[in-house]
């Protein structure tokens, strides 16, 4: 089976940055996806990582290590419309169904 | 363009009726997908069709719950003899492409709330 693992709850400042962890134990891996998702909205495409390493687009940031089954969500300078939850998805090898954490809730502070 | 639709928004129903959630992907998208949603929690994976087949139904829980997608466009997720249990927002999904070798993201619909009453 699949567990994927990543923190309830973060708070932060307007402005500041926050970093969301995620570890997961796979049987197979072929890509890992963060979404955001507004309360009572559908979830949305952030980032996608398939090769170790750091993927910048604009605010946000995401980092894979394949060896440690890691990754994080980097949110730089924080604005209020941020205040979301964030998932983690791990796409397994066979196919192409994702397997979800259970959600990081963000909330942005002024 | 259109997003991934899904129809009704809500739906309230009392146990052991059976209920119809649609959802209409982006056009042109050959894989669809359905996943559930419990309140705090991340979506559940259900079923997984490429073209009109299913390509992965390992998600559902059980026989009461069955999807077609018969044209390999629009599909519906039926539920019979509904139970309390099955309250949760169910999303749709749909991608471009049948592989998951790409990037290949999902774009998600706005869900269906089900309440069993």
């Known amino acids: 089976g699949q567990n994927i693992d990543q923190p309830t709850e973060m708070t932060a400042t307007e402005g500041a940055i926050v970093q969301i962890n995620c570890t997961y134990q796979?049987?197979?891996?072929?890509?890992l996806f963060w979404y955001q998702q507004h309360a009572g909205e559908a979830p949305t495409f952030l980032s996608y990582n398939v090769l170790d390493g750091l993927e910048e687009k604009g605010r946000f940031s995401s980092f894979l290590s394949r060896s440690k089954g890691y990754s994080y969500l980097l949110l730089k300078e924080l604005q209020m419309k941020d205040s979301a939850s964030y998932l983690c998805?791990?796409?397994?090898?066979?196919?192409?169904?994702?397997?979800f954490g259970g959600g990081t809730r963000v909330l942005v502070k002024p | 363009g259109a997003g991934v639709s899904q129809t009704p928004s809500n739906k309230v129903t009392e146990k052991g009726k059976y209920v119809e959630l649609r959802c209409d992907p982006i056009?042109?998208?050959?894989?669809l997908y359905w996943y559930r949603q419990s309140l705090g929690q991340g979506p559940e994976f259900l079923i997984y069709f490429q073209g009109t087949g299913a390509a992965d139904d390992s998600g559902l829980p059980n026989d009461r719950f069955f999807a077609v997608r018969p044209e390999g466009s629009v599909s519906t997720l039926k539920i019979q003899r509904t139970e309390r249990g099955d309250s949760a927002v169910y999303l749709c999904?749909?991608?471009?492409?049948?592989?998951?070798?790409?990037?290949?993201?999902?774009?998600f619909g706005p869900g269906t709330r089900l309440t069993v009453l």
């Open positions: 998805a791990v796409r397994e090898a066979a196919g192409n169904k994702l397997t």
């Open positions: 056009s042109g998208h050959t894989a």
């Open positions: 796979t049987s197979g891996f072929n890509g």
């Open positions: 999904a749909s991608s471009p492409r049948p592989s998951g070798r790409v990037r290949n993201e999902q774009f």
